[in-house]
């Protein structure tokens, strides 16, 4: 078998120029919000929001501070400025008191975020603005 050194060399320069490339996204959790019997914080990846492809991310505690699983997380989207409504998403749940959602924000512009919470006869509602660029 023929072993090329410069190949090899090749290769292992192209891999690390591949990963130097790529990019984290960052994801900061908001403080803690009362909505109604629940707490509730939420994050956005990327953070701070672009246009185009966006995962948001529902943090659900009880009064005690125990997280909430099994709820029914709905998300309606407006975008104010433009008086038009986005997509209406529902949360999968985590199994940890989060819920996740992925969506595309179309448009630079302020969205809003209506975030219902249902669980065991309780309910929430939180409103999240956010400037997507």
Not at 6 to 24: D, F, G, M, P, R
Not at 46 to 63: C, F, H, I, L, R
């Amino acid at each position: 078998m023929n072993r090329n050194p410069v190949l090899l060399v090749a290769l292992v320069a192209t891999l690390a120029a591949c990963s130097a490339k790529t990019e984290t996204a960052t994801t900061t959790m908001t403080t803690g919000q009362t909505a109604g019997d629940f707490t509730v914080a939420t994050s956005f990846s990327p953070d701070p929001p672009k246009q185009g492809p966006e995962t948001m991310t529902v943090s659900v505690k009880d009064a005690a501070g125990n997280p909430v699983k099994g709820a029914a997380v709905k998300i309606a989207t407006t975008m104010p400025a433009m008086s038009m409504a986005g997509p209406n998403l529902t949360g999968s749940d985590n199994g940890d008191g989060t819920y996740s959602v992925q969506t595309n924000l179309n448009y630079a512009t302020q969205w809003a975020f209506d975030v219902t919470i249902l669980a065991n006869g309780k309910s929430g509602v939180l409103h999240v603005t956010k400037d997507v660029k």
